[in-house]
């Protein structure tokens, strides 16, 4: 069984970086492909990025290109999201997320922007 | 980047009813190997989101079987045969045809009367 596990919630100022990580376990961690999402209050839920654990080829979603950068550590099986020039809309729960149709997620890691 | 709306933005159902989700495509998400790339999860609350069904009709392994998919195009719906007090959380589908922009509905809250 697949189990990814989220690193804890930040708060952070205007103008700083988060960097959240994600942890998996359960199958080979080269074999995956790990989606970032947020999920800002009363938002909808919204795709950021994703990366190729196996090779590290990333993609972007155009919303977010310049600021957000995913990698990994496949030593550590660790795949990471950081989101640079923080603003108070980027308060949200972002989530990692992996399989297929997109069937195993994290338990969302909250960041908090506030001045 | 193509658009997903759901309606209605909430519902609420006595246990035992049915209940039914709309969700609309701006393009057809049939893509050109045959399947089409549309999906369904539930976000219980304080919860990830979970996947229900995959590939418009197809409920994923451990799902309830009064959850079923339908539709094709750009017209889908998630029906639920007999709402529980467990169904309790917001819906939501995604398209992934289009990559890399996958994008969502914006959730439909279903609450037990």
């Known amino acids: 069984q697949v189990q990814l596990v989220q690193s804890g919630a930040e708060v952070k100022k205007p103008g700083a970086s988060v960097k959240v990580s994600c942890k998996a376990s359960g199958d080979t961690f080269i074999s995956y492909t790990i989606y970032w999402v947020r999920q800002a209050p009363g938002q909808r839920l919204e795709w950021m990025a994703w990366?190729?654990?196996?090779?590290?080829?990333?993609t972007y979603s155009q919303r977010f290109q310049g600021r957000v950068t995913v990698t990994r550590d496949t030593s550590a099986s660790t795949a990471y999201m950081e989101l640079s020039s923080l603003r108070s809309e980027d308060t949200a729960v972002y989530y990692c997320?992996?399989?297929?149709?997109?069937?195993?997620w994290g338990q969302g890691t909250l960041v908090y922007v506030s001045s | 980047d193509i658009v997903m709306t759901q309606t209605p933005l909430s519902l609420s159902v006595t246990p035992g009813q049915p209940a039914s989700i709309s969700c609309k495509s701006s393009q057809s998400l049939l893509h050109t190997d045959g399947k089409t790339y549309l999906f369904w999860y539930l976000q219980k609350p304080g919860q990830p989101p979970q996947l229900l069904i995959y590939?418009?009709?197809n409920r994923f392994s451990g799902v309830p079987d009064r959850f079923s998919g339908s539709g094709s195009g750009t017209d889908f719906t998630l029906k639920i045969s007999r709402v529980e007090a467990e169904d309790v959380g917001v819906y939501y589908c995604m398209q992934s045809l289009q990559l890399p922009s996958i994008t969502f509905g914006q959730g439909t809250r279903l609450e037990i009367k």
């Open positions: 590939e418009a009709s």
């Open positions: 997320a992996t399989g297929a149709w997109g069937q195993h």
């Open positions: 990366i190729n654990a196996g090779n590290g080829i990333t």
